[in-house]
């Protein structure tokens, strides 16, 4: 059992690094990837306490999860096996972008008649749960019996995918462009690259794109990105069957993981996904895990 994508409370995961490699070992996990977002804090905690690796006996590709854009769009990059002192991440103003789109969507709130709790609408960047402004706004709402109506007129609402749904889809009220906080794909790849590392697309099918199968291909053809994450539990039979007929036609690497954030997304199960939904086998990721460190 192999699981490439998981995150702790060094991004937007509440289990600790200790709590993360403890389940991978109880649930006898052969290669475990942390990739939080747009940090590489877990290896650095691991570097200053040897004793943590200790408590997994499988191995571990290190890893991370980074926010770029494809035609001003918000997509993510799974970089693996980058020397994580290396890896040169983007850096911008999260809390001030975070709390300028929370304000945003408390504004539209109201225009909408949402009901909401002021003193629960904040952002703070230590509380993996307050971290994001679609997390926080979507999970405040949905509290409220009375916002029912409303949400249902506005479609799906649910706080782990409120961000997908809305907050990057250029057709909902709750659009953000988020492309002047990030670098561009190509930028993105480039420094895995420099860093040692293969880039792969996160969650190809998650995204809003109008013509899902024919950006994805734009990607693998057009970019220098190495692979992408074909085993997701959000991924539908026929997704994946596409995402691994792409990767083959392309000739691009494959990968696969949960998704894994604990508490907050607590239908995710790190190793098998979504009602075991996820099996992820050594052959799948072969091709390229011998080509690159693993710790």
């Given at each position: 059992m192999i699981d490439l994508h998981t995150h702790t409370n060094h991004s937007d995961?509440?289990?600790?690094?200790?709590?993360?490699?403890?389940n991978a070992e109880k649930k006898n996990i052969e290669i475990l990837s942390i990739t939080d977002h747009d940090s590489v804090g877990a290896y650095f905690e691991l570097e200053k306490?040897?004793?943590?690796?200790?408590?997994?006996?499988?191995?571990?590709?290190?890893?991370?999860e980074l926010k770029t854009f494809y035609d001003k769009k918000s997509i993510e990059i799974l970089a693996y096996g980058i020397d994580y002192k290396k890896i040169r991440i983007h850096q911008y103003d999260a809390l001030n972008m975070q709390i300028e789109i929370l304000e945003?969507?408390?504004?539209?709130?109201?225009?909408?008649?949402?009901?909401?709790?002021?003193?629960?609408m904040y952002i703070d960047r230590e509380n993996p749960s307050k971290q994001w402004?679609?997390?926080?706004f979507g999970t405040e709402i949905l509290k409220h019996q009375e916002n029912r109506e409303i949400i249902k007129e506005i479609g799906e609402f649910d706080p782990s995918s409120f961000f997908r749904i809305h907050q990057s889809n250029e057709n909902s009220i709750f659009y953000y462009d988020e492309s002047y906080a990030s670098i561009d794909i190509n930028e993105t790849i480039s420094r895995i690259h420099d860093a040692g590392g293969l880039a792969f697309l996160a969650h190809g099918f998650v995204y809003p794109f109008k013509d899902k199968v024919k950006t994805i291909e734009e990607i693998l053809s057009t970019t220098?990105?190495?692979?992408?994450?074909?085993?997701?539990?959000?991924?539908?039979e026929q997704e994946r069957k596409i995402a691994i007929e792409l990767c083959e036609k392309y000739n691009k690497y494959m990968s696969g993981g949960t998704d894994y954030h604990a508490k907050n997304k607590p239908d995710i199960i790190l190793g098998s996904g979504k009602n075991n939904n996820v099996k992820i086998e050594y052959?799948?990721?072969?091709?390229?895990?011998?080509?690159?460190?693993l710790i």
């Amino acid at each position: 059992m192999i699981d490439l994508h998981t995150h702790t409370n060094h991004s937007d995961g509440t289990d600790s690094v200790e709590e993360l490699l403890k389940n991978a070992e109880k649930k006898n996990i052969e290669i475990l990837s942390i990739t939080d977002h747009d940090s590489v804090g877990a290896y650095f905690e691991l570097e200053k306490n040897p004793n943590l690796r200790k408590l997994y006996n499988g191995k571990i590709i290190v890893g991370s999860e980074l926010k770029t854009f494809y035609d001003k769009k918000s997509i993510e990059i799974l970089a693996y096996g980058i020397d994580y002192k290396k890896i040169r991440i983007h850096q911008y103003d999260a809390l001030n972008m975070q709390i300028e789109i929370l304000e945003k969507y408390k504004k539209i709130a109201k225009e909408l008649g949402l009901k909401y709790d002021e003193s629960e609408m904040y952002i703070d960047r230590e509380n993996p749960s307050k971290q994001w402004a679609s997390f926080t706004f979507g999970t405040e709402i949905l509290k409220h019996q009375e916002n029912r109506e409303i949400i249902k007129e506005i479609g799906e609402f649910d706080p782990s995918s409120f961000f997908r749904i809305h907050q990057s889809n250029e057709n909902s009220i709750f659009y953000y462009d988020e492309s002047y906080a990030s670098i561009d794909i190509n930028e993105t790849i480039s420094r895995i690259h420099d860093a040692g590392g293969l880039a792969f697309l996160a969650h190809g099918f998650v995204y809003p794109f109008k013509d899902k199968v024919k950006t994805i291909e734009e990607i693998l053809s057009t970019t220098q990105i190495d692979g992408m994450e074909c085993y997701y539990p959000l991924f539908s039979e026929q997704e994946r069957k596409i995402a691994i007929e792409l990767c083959e036609k392309y000739n691009k690497y494959m990968s696969g993981g949960t998704d894994y954030h604990a508490k907050n997304k607590p239908d995710i199960i790190l190793g098998s996904g979504k009602n075991n939904n996820v099996k992820i086998e050594y052959e799948i990721i072969k091709k390229w895990a011998e080509k690159i460190n693993l710790i």
